[in-house]
């Protein structure tokens, strides 16, 4: 995933194949969890393309953060992608490396700015010990509003940790546009 090259051994056991040292790196960096789906593509070589499925079935991406429009400086930042089978449209799962990192224990709702200047503010779902579980409340809406569609990926920027705000992009093959 985002280019990053892991290096994982494999054993063969009468279970089937067993993955040993580098997986639990892996498995750490990108916070999975009960219910994530990994899946690999075979690239030939010993080598394998991952994509990596929450529990909606979005498609989660932890890149490099990325430069805001209005700084130089870069912005944490994560993406999702919207798949058909899933529902992306309802809540997105926020990936839990992002949320013990960049967000505060026991918020209840972040900001999301468009590129209209409207404020959206949405719930959140947290797990018992106060860490964001997901985007939920007021989702919904924004989705159906900004015509995100099942195949668009989306970037949430965050411009505010304090008060969590995020500005929210589309990513197409042209740049990035703010929805």
Known sequence: MGGRV?????????EGIIFTT????FFAHHSLNFGYFVVFEYRGNSTFFTSILDHSGC??????????????????????????????HR??????????????RFVNEVQIHDAAGRVWQIGLDRRGNGIVRRIARGW?????????????????????????AFNVYTVAAGGRHML
């Open 6 to 14: 892991w290096n994982i051994e494999v054993i063969r056991s009468d």
């Open 22 to 25: 580098g997986w639990s790196e």
């Open 59 to 88: 498609e989660v991406h932890m890149d490099a953060p990325i430069a805001s429009s209005s700084s130089s400086q870069p912005l944490p930042s994560f993406q999702i992608t919207m798949s058909a089978r899933s529902s992306c």
């Open 91 to 104: 809540c997105i799962y926020v990936p839990g490396t992002f949320t013990r990192t960049h967000l505060p």
């Open 140 to 164: 919904a809406a924004f989705y159906s509003t900004k015509n995100i569609s099942p195949g668009d990926t989306c970037v949430f920027e965050l411009i505010n940790s304090d008060i969590p």
